[in-house]
């Protein structure tokens, strides 16, 4: 599948669930993404483990606010304010579904695509940005760069650690000094890397019949919405 199609796809699966109102975007979604790990022959499954794993706080945080802080009749009334709410309980679990499905989507596309596939890709969608005087080819090697230095970053001040038994000042101050040190480093790495040339190749539109595929994904989705 050209990446084009892969990238357009992954934005009606994002904008679909996100402005999707029921259970019923979660399940054409599910059965989409479901379909394409299989189609990749579950490429990408470890890494999305890993994604999920990263991600555990926040679905904790989500399905905090929506079960105890949404109004409705309480789940187990022997608890009084501590139990949560009939509608906040399906609320939330609708909001970490469309989390995982967003992110899973994710994952598929950054797995299954090169990445200078990708740039392309994004580059000839991009391309109307060149009638109000923007710059698609800047946009490709801006992505570039991010996507080059991010795993970088990410491994600089690494080793830091704060100490769980220190109060909680201390905890702060160490928090803060992690950062400025990382912020410090991501500096001297930039100061330090050598100019270089970067080539965004020219992947081609996509042939009219790949078309149909993010056309069927509307359909889908706006017969879900019915």
């Given at each position: 599948m050209h990446p084009v199609i892969r990238i357009t796809s992954f934005l009606i699966l994002a904008i679909a669930l996100s402005v999707g109102s029921g259970w019923a975007h979660v399940g054409v979604a599910a059965v989409i993404v479901v379909g394409g790990y299989g189609v990749a022959h579950r490429r990408g499954l470890p890494h999305l483990a890993t994604m999920i794993r990263r991600l555990r706080w926040l679905w904790l945080s989500l399905?905090?606010?929506?079960?105890?802080?949404?109004?409705?009749?309480?789940?187990?009334?022997?608890?009084?304010?501590?139990?949560?709410?009939?509608?906040?309980?399906q609320e939330g679990l609708l909001r970490a579904s469309v989390l995982l499905l967003i992110a899973s989507g994710a994952n598929l596309l950054l797995q299954t695509t090169a990445r200078d596939q990708l740039l392309a890709a994004i580059g000839w969608i991009a391309a109307p940005v060149r009638f109000v005087g923007g710059a698609p080819?800047?946009?490709?090697?801006?992505?570039?760069?991010?996507?080059?230095?991010?795993?970088?970053?990410?491994?600089?001040?690494?080793?830091?650690?704060?100490d769980p038994d220190a109060g909680f000042r201390?905890?702060?101050?160490?928090?803060?000094?992690?950062?400025?040190?990382?912020?410090?480093?991501?500096?001297?790495?930039?100061?330090?890397?050598?100019?270089?040339?970067?080539?965004?190749?020219?992947?081609?539109?996509?042939?009219w019949r790949e078309w149909?595929?993010?056309l069927a994904m509307l359909i889908l989705f706006w017969l879900a919405g019915r």
């Open positions: 399905c905090v606010v929506y079960f105890w802080f949404t109004p409705g009749s309480p789940v187990w009334p022997a608890l009084g304010a501590w139990s949560p709410s009939g509608a906040g309980v080819d800047r946009l490709a090697l801006r992505l570039t760069l991010v996507l080059e230095t991010v795993p970088r970053i990410r491994a600089m001040g690494g080793q830091a650690t704060v201390s905890r702060v101050g160490g928090i803060a000094k992690r950062v400025a040190a990382r912020f410090r480093a991501v500096l001297d790495e930039a100061a330090a890397m050598p100019a270089r040339e970067i080539a965004v190749p020219d992947t081609g539109a996509p042939a149909l595929v993010p």
